[in-house]
């Protein structure tokens, strides 16, 4: 009589433990992956919405799209090459840490980026590459190159983008698309400094019409 009970006691400790992982394994895996084939049966709808059922017509479209299809060979080329190139560097990094001279100093410089934080190296090379010279060290050793052999610009820390632009800094620039005049147009400018602009900064005039309006009864 108690090797019955003693089983039932077994077995709803075992769903006591396994019990919590089974309901979020499904919530996490089984979940997503049933309402996503059952999304991919229906087209979409207003702000995202699931519109009107169209069976299989986007696993076509997927199939049939030149874009996929590059997404597929280019995951196909990392998938391959990608192992080969780093199994064959490595066995020559192998080879190398033991047989050269230096073998301490060659591993230190080959183990040490492995050592560090991949969140710190990346932090700490966003700073070195940020575009702002006050802020990039990589800017400010740039720029600094720059101002030793040429003039520095009124505005240095004013910098604005390529696009949307044509011109110099020295001609001045242009935007490529015509605007008419009262119309307001956020211009892409990016390194302004709005807590300590530069001291002979002006406000931009307000643009006057080259044409008197008519004005109808």
């Given at each position: 009589m108690r090797e019955p009970?003693?089983?039932?006691?077994?077995?709803?400790?075992?769903?006591?433990?396994?019990?919590?992982?089974?309901?979020?394994?499904?919530?996490?895996?089984?979940?997503?992956?049933?309402?996503?084939?059952?999304?991919?049966?229906f087209d979409d709808g207003p702000a995202g919405g699931t519109g009107s059922f169209i069976g299989l017509r986007n696993y076509g479209?997927?199939?049939?799209?030149?874009?996929t299809f590059r997404a597929v060979k280019n995951n196909l080329i990392w998938v391959v090459i990608a192992p080969t190139v780093i199994t064959i560097v490595g066995l020559i990094f192998a080879v190398l840490s033991e047989r050269v001279r230096w073998a301490t100093a060659f591993k230190l410089v080959l183990?040490?980026?492995?050592?560090?934080?991949?969140?710190?190296?990346?932090?700490?090379?966003?700073?070195?590459?940020?575009?702002?010279?006050?802020r990039?060290?990589?800017?400010?050793?740039?720029?600094g190159i720059h101002d030793t052999f040429y003039s520095t610009g009124r505005y240095q820390e004013v910098h604005p983008r390529s696009s949307g632009f044509t011109g110099s800094a020295n001609k001045g620039y242009t935007t490529t698309a015509s605007y008419s005049a009262g119309r307001p147009v956020?211009?892409?400018?990016?390194?302004?400094?709005?807590?300590?602009p530069p001291k002979d900064l002006q406000t931009a005039a307000v643009p006057t019409p080259s044409f008197a309006p008519k004005v109808g009864r």
């Open positions: 009970g003693r089983r039932t006691q077994t077995r709803w400790l075992a769903l006591l433990f396994i019990g919590p992982a089974a309901i979020m394994l499904g919530v996490i895996v089984v979940y997503p992956f049933v309402w996503s084939v059952i999304r991919s049966l479209h997927v199939f049939t799209d030149d874009s183990f040490m980026p492995m050592a560090i934080s991949f969140l710190a190296s990346g932090v700490t090379f966003a700073l070195i590459y940020a575009d702002q010279p006050s990039g060290l990589a800017n400010a050793i740039t720029t956020l211009l892409p400018l990016v390194g302004l400094s709005l807590t300590s």
